[in-house]
């Protein structure tokens, strides 16, 4: 079956209910287009009687690479419909953590509902969900980009994925994805047996205690992701992480200190020029988001490691207090 039929299937599948509420990529649409501009260029290229070699023989791909045709309808909506969907994906996610990390009457609620419902059961569904949607839509888009530039013998394509990353909208590379995977092994999700089927992926993380701790992620159709967990200056395994706006995860107290702010001011106090470590891109603090499932696994697996870094990080932000709050006296009293 080819991916053009498997992802029409998809879209009015079971999940049907939940795309009507999300975006998705409009792969036949984009398809048309394609095959317009393809009939299209090979027209025109016919009309001015372009010279052939007789040695080369006329292919169905036009051969500009740059197209205003493609390049006004293809890449704009390609562009907002990428941005939509990681946006859909990332609300459904943070939506779905919220819900198993609930504190007071919230999760007193929850206990309520529990007694007239499976709720473990509901979260396994909509993590399901939520896998095979963010997966179904980055294939289609690999795909479609992959056909543009076979069209017009381009690598606009390969640009326009790097654009992506560089709008922070390649699916398979949001934080949010290593929280969902983060969630589903804190849950014991991994042991359902549905989990396992081939439809919806499997998740391990079995490394946290080497050098090079990793997340393996395997999503539907063999698409098997790696996430490394190393803290890049630290060199350990990351402690109470935060994924900076540019993608890259670091320890708490190593990014409070890479952009100059005590570890109890917060990531987010830290001013609006501070760079990122690895990238150097700047303003990547402000919104940055706290892998709280991540740090919840790592407590789990890995429990002597997860007390010990506690217990450093707590005294040096009791250290940094201590200072900060002397110096202020100190300006506040004159001496």
């Given at each position: 079956?080819?991916?053009?039929?498997?992802?029409?299937?998809?879209?009015?599948?079971?999940?049907?209910?939940?795309?009507?509420?999300?975006?998705?990529?409009?792969?036949?649409?984009?398809?048309?287009?394609?095959?317009?501009?393809?009939?299209?260029?090979?027209?025109?290229?016919?009309?001015?009687?372009?010279?052939?070699?007789?040695?080369?023989?006329?292919?169905?791909?036009?051969?500009?690479?740059?197209?205003?045709?493609?390049?006004?309808?293809?890449?704009?909506?390609?562009?907002?419909?990428?941005?939509?969907?990681?946006?859909?994906?990332?609300?459904?996610?943070?939506?779905?953590?919220?819900?198993?990390?609930?504190?007071?009457?919230?999760?007193?609620?929850?206990?309520?509902?529990?007694?007239?419902?499976?709720?473990?059961?509901?979260?396994?569904?909509?993590?399901?969900?939520?896998?095979?949607?963010?997966?179904?839509?980055?294939?289609?888009?690999?795909?479609?980009?992959?056909?543009?530039?076979?069209?017009?013998?381009?690598?606009?394509?390969?640009?326009?994925?790097?654009?992506?990353?560089?709008?922070?909208?390649?699916?398979?590379?949001?934080?949010?994805?290593?929280?969902?995977?983060?969630?589903?092994?804190?849950?014991?999700?991994?042991?359902?047996?549905?989990l396992n089927n081939?439809?919806?992926?499997?998740?391990?993380?079995?490394?946290?205690?080497?050098?090079?701790?990793?997340?393996?992620?395997?999503?539907?159709?063999?698409?098997?992701?790696?996430?490394?967990?190393?803290?890049?200056?630290?060199?350990?395994?990351?402690?109470?992480?935060?994924?900076?706006?540019?993608?890259?995860?670091?320890?708490?107290?190593c990014a409070c200190?890479?952009?100059?702010?005590?570890?109890?001011?917060g990531i987010k106090?830290?001013?609006?020029?501070?760079?990122?470590?690895?990238?150097?891109?700047?303003?990547?603090?402000?919104?940055?988001?706290?892998?709280?499932?991540?740090?919840?696994?790592?407590?789990?697996?890995?429990?002597?490691?997860?007390?010990?870094?506690?217990?450093?990080?707590?005294?040096?932000?009791?250290?940094?207090?201590?200072?900060?709050?002397?110096?202020?006296?100190?300006?506040?009293?004159?001496?």
């Open positions: 079956m080819k991916f053009g039929e498997t992802f029409t299937e998809y879209l009015r599948g079971e999940e049907e209910w939940f795309l009507e509420k999300c975006r998705h990529v409009e792969y036949k649409k984009l398809k048309k287009v394609l095959k317009k501009c393809k009939t299209t260029c090979n027209s025109t290229r016919s009309n001015d009687e372009h010279i052939i070699s007789s040695t080369t023989s006329l292919s169905d791909s036009c051969q500009c690479q740059s197209c205003p045709w493609c390049d006004e309808m293809f890449f704009e909506e390609l562009m907002k419909e990428a941005s939509d969907i990681a946006g859909c994906f990332r609300s459904r996610v943070r939506h779905l953590l919220h819900l198993h990390v609930a504190t007071g009457m919230q999760r007193y609620m929850m206990s309520l509902r529990r007694c007239f419902m499976d709720e473990r059961q509901a979260l396994l569904q909509e993590g399901q969900i939520l896998i095979q949607y963010i997966t179904m839509n980055a294939i289609a888009i690999r795909k479609i980009l992959k056909k543009y530039d076979k069209v017009h013998s381009s690598v606009n394509g390969k640009k326009f994925k790097l654009k992506m990353r560089a709008e922070r909208i390649e699916l398979l590379h949001s934080p949010w994805l290593i929280e969902l995977g983060a969630f589903y092994l804190n849950s014991g999700l991994d042991k359902v047996e549905n081939s439809s919806f992926g499997r998740v391990s993380c079995d490394y946290l205690n080497d050098d090079q701790p990793m997340m393996q992620l395997m999503l539907p159709n063999s698409i098997e992701l790696e996430f490394d967990l190393t803290c890049a200056i630290c060199l350990e395994t990351v402690f109470n992480p935060y994924a900076l706006k540019c993608g890259h995860i670091f320890c708490k107290a200190s890479a952009a100059s702010v005590m570890i109890f001011q106090a830290a001013p609006n020029n501070s760079k990122c470590p690895i990238c150097r891109e700047v303003g990547v603090y402000a919104e940055a988001v706290h892998m709280i499932e991540l740090h919840l696994l790592l407590k789990i697996r890995n429990k002597e490691y997860w007390k010990e870094r506690m217990i450093s990080e707590r005294s040096e932000m009791v250290k940094q207090s201590k200072m900060f709050w002397n110096e202020q006296t100190k300006y506040m009293i004159g001496y």
